[in-house]
T-cell receptor, first 114, second 111 residues
Framework: AQSVTQLGSHVSVSEGALVLLRCNYSSSVPPYLFWYVQYPNQGLQLLLKYTSAATLVKGINGFEAEFKKSETSFHLTKPSAHMSDAAEYFCAVTILTNAGKSTFGDGTTLTVKP | DAGVIQSPRHEVTEMGQEVTLRCKPISGHNSLFWYRQTMMRGLELLIYFNNNVPIDDSGMPEDRFSAKMPNASFSTLKIQPSEPRDSAVYFC?????????FGPGTRLTVL
């Protein structure tokens, strides 16, 4: 079975500061890893995904994540936060044979202070 | 291209009534997922289909919940009878290559 742990249910940063949202996963087979973002009153949107190609993955809106197998981590970063980044972020893991079923983390709410 | 379409967007009903939520996945996607999201329980997977066949319904909370996918372009989630604790946002998502694409959700309120 796969699992995901997102460290910190709430993260607050100042506008222009580095954003770091942490995700650790557990999987007995090579995983596919995802970050999704959910803005208020909307569904989740795919930010980026890791599918065993490059370990540094770039996504939309300036976000990127690095797959570190030795640390079983897939942390999400953005060099400079913008007010529009305020949202809830979900890390998810799936494996090749799961017909697309993903296990989601509990989410991290990002607040950006002016 | 149209994304995942859900209807209705909002539903207010009284306890005991039947509720049917509808979903049209993205054309060409072969997996479909129904989720429920609440403040207390977060995002929960209720059931998912692959090639129109239910694969895992272990997340369906009770027999009051049922889901169907009669063809590749349509799915329903039915609650009968509804209860106040079913109040939540229900999302449908579809997938082709393991990336999931979510609809806008149906906000259900059961009075």
């Amino acid at each position: 079975a796969q699992s995901v742990t997102q460290l910190g249910s709430h993260v607050s940063v100042s506008e222009g500061a580095l954003v770091l949202l942490r995700c650790n996963y557990s999987s007995s087979v090579p995983p596919y890893l995802f970050w999704y973002v959910q803005y208020p009153n909307q569904g989740l949107q795919l930010l980026l995904k890791y599918t065993s190609a490059a370990t540094l993955v770039k996504g939309i809106n300036g976000f990127e994540a690095e797959f570190k197998k030795s640390e079983t981590s897939f942390h999400l970063t953005k060099p400079s936060a913008h007010m529009s980044d305020a949202a809830e972020y979900f890390c998810a893991v799936t494996i090749l044979t799961n017909a697309g079923k993903s296990t989601f983390g509990d989410g991290t709410t990002l607040t950006v202070k002016p | 291209d149209a994304g995942v379409i859900q209807s209705p967007r909002h539903e207010v009903t009284e306890m005991g009534q039947e509720v049917t939520l509808r979903c049209k996945p993205i054309s060409g996607h072969n997996s479909l997922f129904w989720y429920r999201q609440t403040m207390m329980r977060g995002l929960e997977l209720l059931i998912y289909f692959n090639n129109n066949v239910p694969i895992d319904d272990s997340g369906m909370p009770e027999d009051r919940f049922s889901a169907k996918m009669p063809n590749a372009s349509f799915s329903t989630l039915k609650i009968q009878p509804s209860e106040p604790r079913d109040s939540a946002v229900y999302f449908c998502a579809s997938s082709r290559d393991r990336s999931q694409f979510f609809g806008p959700g149906t906000r259900l309120t059961v009075l």
